[in-house]
């Protein structure tokens, strides 16, 4: 749903490449089981997450890119989904006025974190990438451990920003392993933006949530939109 609101950073909507067209990168993991799901570089598929979860339940690996990732959304059932119906005109517009030299404004990345009953966690996360990206480059988003992880024994993280200095700082793992260290979510995800801030200048964000439910989120840009439901649906929070 995220993906498909234009307002977001993320399937449709994305941020264009150097080259003016979308590349998109996501990622999803199961805490209780670890395994996990990416996808890199995708330019034809509406729904990157959900090409991310086919690999991670229909294939032997983690991560498809490019070209083949493509082909293998087509053995999937993913429809050809033409790079021209990712790009809005807003991100049109933000490119040309990139080219010109001219500050553009940002759209965010979407990320989810989920627990449940039983305590299980999950992650995923879906971008466009930083805007102006060389074409081909791969973000934190689709690495496993840097913009999404997912651990019963730790939390589920989910990150967004400067994907090359969350890579670093391997920052989704880095968070969950401050909860399983006894620090709250919320703690743990200040404790991690102030590191990516700190340590490399990193602007980004991330939520969080522990296998007990706790829920935790932090960001050092101007701002994180973000939610939380209860497992109704019910909006508990949201900012
Ligand atoms: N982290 C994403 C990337 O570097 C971008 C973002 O979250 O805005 O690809």
């Known amino acids: 749903m995220l993906e498909d609101d234009p307002h977001f950073n993320a399937g449709t909507g994305s941020t264009l490449t150097s080259a003016g067209d979308v590349e998109c990168d996501a990622s999803i993991m199961d805490g209780e089981t670890l395994r996990c799901g990416a996808v890199a570089v995708v330019k034809d598929v509406r729904n990157p997450v959900l090409l991310a ?3 991670m339940e229909r294939t032997a690996h983690v991560m498809l890119a490019g070209p083949a990732a493509s082909a293998f959304a087509r053995e999937a059932g993913f429809p050809v989904h033409p790079n021209e119906l990712l790009v809005t ?3 049109r517009a933000r490119f040309e006025a990139a080219r010109a030299g001219a500050a ?10 989920a627990r449940d009953v039983h305590g299980h966690v999950a992650a995923a996360t879906s971008t466009g990438g930083m805007s102006m990206k060389l074409p081909g480059r791969v973000g934190d988003t689709p690495l496993v451990g840097c913009g ?13 920003g400067h994907g090359e200095r969350i890579i670093q700082l391997t920052l989704a793992r880095h968070t969950a392993d401050l909860v399983a260290a006894g620090r709250s979510a919320m703690d743990a995800a200040r404790a991690a933006v102030a590191l990516l801030g700190n340590r490399l200048g990193g602007d980004g964000g991330l939520i969080v949530v522990s296998p007990s439910g706790e ?25």
């Open 53 to 55: 979860r086919a690999v």
């Open 89 to 91: 005109p807003a991100q």
């Open 104 to 113: 553009a404004s940002k759209t965010g990345t979407v990320g989810a974190v």
């Open 148 to 160: 999404t992880y997912a651990d019963d024994a730790l939390a589920a993280v989910s990150c967004t």
């Open 215 to 239: 829920v935790g989120f932090a960001h050092n840009t101007p701002a994180m939109t973000r939610a939380w439901t209860a497992a109704d649906g019910t909006i508990v929070a949201e900012g």
